[in-house]
């Protein structure tokens, strides 16, 4: 059975939604499960953007047969080729062979490398500031290097404003029946999400995002909608989400607060990150969150430190290093680039504390542009009272550090 919604009088969103997949890129936990969209453009000729993951192949077809009825389809335009997306083109190519594939160059590579039979078909190469027509709709494409992939890019309808956005401005979660942003409460169940899926997924390539902000700023004004490849599509207060994707991709906290991410063997590292949340809260700082790097999937971790100012590392000494699990999400910091945070550290260790070195080694050798406070609160496998003034000393560093 056919399950569409409705985007314009002739833009269909013809995706599918996933709540069997646990595991996003086999690495990223997604219990609210994912959308894959596609949409379905019906002018004189017939247009899909995009594609969807081969387990929801059936659902696209579905839905594409019953909007088509004994229309051909004209068209198929790839902006990602990410087999999220992509690993269903055979299979259009299949159904439909006198379809016209139009992508970039490397997309066309990249299908040729995952073993897609495209040769033999009508291959449209386009690149950065080519345009096209499917009848009343006209549209300009647009590079988007890196975000996600080298091959990427978007496509903007200059008759609807529809901005076709790949990876950009998608978020985990599945959509379930909704598709406008402002069909659900984004700011309260889903901008988690979506600060999870893009500083998981293209963190790192903050610099490309920064790129495209900058192209789509100067159609702004004639941005109507953004079509994404994963979640809601936005019609309305799209300056909300545009903002929320420049801070991410700049690196910028979201808000001053702190992150307090702890690795505990038996509990007293726990008590101590527990401890300066308290003495962080008596001191008017509430925007305290407290994280066991252990049971918390390191996805949830990096989200929380694009979205906080402060973060502070609290670790046992294991094997003379730095926690396994917590050298896990620093390095998970470094690889996605993020920048500009304020560190403080309490280490533990019984007989040879290394961590608290060790780990604000890591921050000033291997991040950019971070501060570590000189405070530093170090124990001897526990938290005793004559550490009184240390952890008061290191709550009032943080606290003045965020005036
Ligand atoms: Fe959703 Fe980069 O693919």
Same mark, same amino acid.
């Given at each position: 059975?056919?399950?569409? /919604?409705?985007?314009?009088?002739?833009?269909?969103?013809?995706?599918?939604?996933?709540?069997?997949?646990?595991?996003? =890129?086999?690495?990223?936990?997604?219990? /609210?499960?994912?959308?894959?969209?596609?949409?379905?453009?019906?002018?004189?000729?017939?247009?899909?953007?995009?594609?969807?993951?081969? @387990?929801?192949? &059936?659902?696209?077809?579905?839905?594409?047969?019953?909007?088509?009825?004994?229309?051909?389809?004209?068209?198929?335009?790839?902006?990602?080729?990410?087999? $999220?997306?992509?690993?269903?083109?055979?299979?259009?190519?299949?159904? *439909?062979?006198?379809? %016209?594939?139009?992508?970039?160059? %490397?997309?066309?590579?990249?299908?040729?490398?995952?073993?897609?039979?495209?040769?033999?078909?009508?291959?449209? =190469?386009?690149? =950065?500031?080519?345009?096209?027509?499917?009848?009343?709709?006209?549209?300009?494409?647009?590079?988007?290097?890196?975000?996600?992939?080298? =091959?990427?890019?978007?496509?903007?309808?200059?008759? #609807?404003?529809?901005?076709?956005?790949?990876?950009?401005?998608?978020?985990?979660?599945?959509?379930?029946?909704?598709?406008?942003?402002?069909?659900?409460?984004? $700011? &309260?169940?889903?901008?988690?999400?979506? /600060?999870?899926?893009?500083?998981?997924?293209?963190?790192?390539?903050?610099?490309?995002?920064?790129?495209?902000? %900058?192209?789509?700023?100067?159609?702004? $004004?004639?941005?109507?909608?953004?079509?994404?490849?994963?979640?809601?599509? *936005?019609?309305?207060?799209?300056?909300?989400?545009?903002?929320?994707?420049?801070?991410?991709? &700049?690196?910028?906290?979201?808000?001053?607060?702190?992150?307090?991410?702890?690795? @505990?063997?038996?509990?007293?590292?726990?008590?101590?990150?527990?401890?300066?949340?308290?003495?962080?809260?008596?001191?008017?700082?509430?925007?305290?969150?407290?994280?066991?790097?252990?049971?918390?999937?390191? @996805?949830?971790?990096?989200?929380?430190?694009?979205?906080? #100012?402060?973060?502070?590392?609290?670790?046992?000494?294991?094997?003379?290093?730095?926690?396994?699990?917590?050298? $896990?999400?620093?390095?998970?910091?470094?690889?996605?680039?993020?920048?500009? /945070?304020?560190?403080?550290?309490?280490?533990?260790?019984?007989?040879?504390?290394?961590?608290?070195?060790?780990?604000?080694?890591?921050?000033?050798?291997?991040?950019?542009?971070?501060?570590?406070?000189?405070? &530093?609160?170090?124990?001897? @496998?526990?938290?005793?009272?004559?550490?009184?003034?240390?952890?008061?000393?290191?709550?009032?560093?943080?606290?003045?550090?965020?005036?």
């Amino acid at each position: 059975m056919y399950s569409v /919604r409705k985007v314009t009088d002739d833009l269909y969103w013809v995706g599918a939604n996933d709540h069997r997949l646990h595991l996003f =890129e086999n690495i990223h936990p997604i219990p /609210r499960g994912v959308s894959y969209n596609a949409y379905l453009l019906l002018d004189e000729k017939t247009a899909l953007f995009d594609t969807v993951d081969w @387990s929801v192949c &059936r659902q696209l077809l579905e839905n594409m047969e019953y909007l088509l009825g004994d229309r051909p389809l004209d068209y198929l335009v790839i902006n990602h080729m990410e087999p $999220d997306h992509g690993a269903s083109i055979e299979e259009i190519l299949l159904r *439909w062979p006198e379809v %016209k594939v139009i992508s970039t160059e %490397k997309a066309f590579l990249f299908m040729r490398q995952f073993g897609f039979h495209i040769d033999g078909h009508e291959l449209i =190469e386009v690149k =950065e500031g080519d345009t096209f027509s499917f009848g009343k709709h006209n549209v300009a494409f647009v590079a988007a290097p890196m975000v996600h992939w080298p =091959e990427a890019m978007v496509t903007f309808d200059t008759t #609807s404003g529809a901005l076709f956005s790949a990876d950009a401005f998608g978020s985990f979660g599945a959509l379930d029946g909704k598709l406008f942003a402002d069909e659900v409460n984004f $700011d &309260r169940d889903w901008i988690d999400d979506a /600060r999870r899926y893009l500083t998981n997924i293209v963190g790192k390539y903050g610099p490309h995002i920064q790129l495209l902000l %900058k192209k789509a700023g100067g159609i702004l $004004d004639q941005i109507k909608y953004i079509c994404p490849l994963h979640g809601p599509v *936005w019609r309305k207060d799209l300056g909300y989400f545009i903002d929320k994707y420049d801070k991410w991709s &700049r690196y910028e906290p979201e808000e001053k607060g702190v992150l307090i991410a702890y690795a @505990s063997m038996y509990g007293n590292t726990e008590a101590a990150a527990q401890a300066l949340a308290a003495r962080l809260c008596e001191k008017g700082v509430t925007n305290v969150w407290v994280y066991d790097v252990s049971n918390t999937h390191v @996805s949830y971790l990096v989200s929380e430190s694009f979205r906080l #100012s402060h973060i502070v590392l609290a670790s046992v000494t294991y094997n003379l290093g730095i926690y396994p699990v917590m050298h $896990d999400y620093l390095m998970h910091l470094k690889g996605l680039n993020l920048q500009h /945070r304020t560190f403080a550290i309490i280490e533990n260790g019984s007989w040879a504390p290394k961590s608290g070195d060790l780990m604000q080694k890591f921050v000033d050798e291997e991040l950019k542009n971070m501060t570590v406070l000189n405070e &530093r609160l170090s124990l001897a @496998s526990a938290l005793h009272p004559d550490k009184a003034a240390e952890l008061e000393s290191l709550a009032d560093a943080i606290v003045e550090s965020m005036a």
